[in-house]
């Protein structure tokens, strides 16, 4: 099984996946790939700098390459993948969507994690990251960009929304339903 996990940044997913790596499930992260690409090409490790050389990677590459460049990771760390349950976390656009189905020997889920734009910024400003953003000007600033990339698109293509406005205990709660749920071949 392969499930492509999206949403905006700040909505969860990080959360999402501890619960689908607790139920057995192997994670890859693009945003792992995009940061380890940005770095070996000498971009600095802040959030406007890596999304600016993704950017520009879409652009000299086409709109698939962190789904291709993600594919050709594991597929040099696994032999086949078609004897695990894999998750790709952060799929932003529907041509990386579409890279994936087109590419991956099994059916794709896109699982999305909803939370409102307030949430959002007061969990990101929490973790502090080195990518979180300052104030609220920045945040907006990325989230643009992120839904200039087709985040929304493939959000609203997903397979299963997952919300996250309540408590971290509710939701870890529904991520196990759905995790449970997905191995079961309930979907």
């Not at 192997?26 to 600095?44: C, I, K, N, W, Y």
């Not at 802040?46 to 050389?53: A, E, I, L, Q």
């Not at 894999?86 to 656009?93: K, Y």
Request: hydrophobic letters at 40%; a negative charge; glycine letters at 8%.
């Amino acid at each position: 099984m392969f499930i492509i996990t999206t949403g905006m940044p700040g909505s969860g997913k990080d959360e999402l996946l501890k619960v689908f790596q607790q139920a057995g499930l192997f994670v890859a992260r693009m945003g792992d790939v995009v940061r380890s690409h940005a770095m070996e090409s000498g971009a600095l490790g802040d959030d406007f700098s890596v999304g600016s050389h993704a950017n520009s990677q879409r652009e000299r590459f086409g709109q698939d390459i962190w789904a291709a460049r993600t594919l050709e990771l594991l597929c040099k760390e696994h032999d086949n993948l078609s004897d695990l349950n894999i998750v790709i976390d952060g799929s932003r656009s529907l041509f990386e969507l579409e890279y994936f189905k087109k590419h991956l020997p099994k059916n794709v889920i896109v699982v999305a994690v909803h939370a409102t734009s307030q949430e959002r910024f007061k969990r990101l400003k929490k973790r502090a990251r080195a990518d979180a953003p300052d104030d609220y000007e920045t945040f907006t600033a990325r989230e643009e960009r992120e839904l200039g990339w087709g985040l929304g698109e493939i959000i609203k293509e997903a397979d299963i929304i997952i919300d996250n406005n309540g408590t971290l205990e509710e939701f870890v709660k529904n991520v196990h339903e759905v995790a449970d749920s997905l191995l079961k071949g309930d979907n």
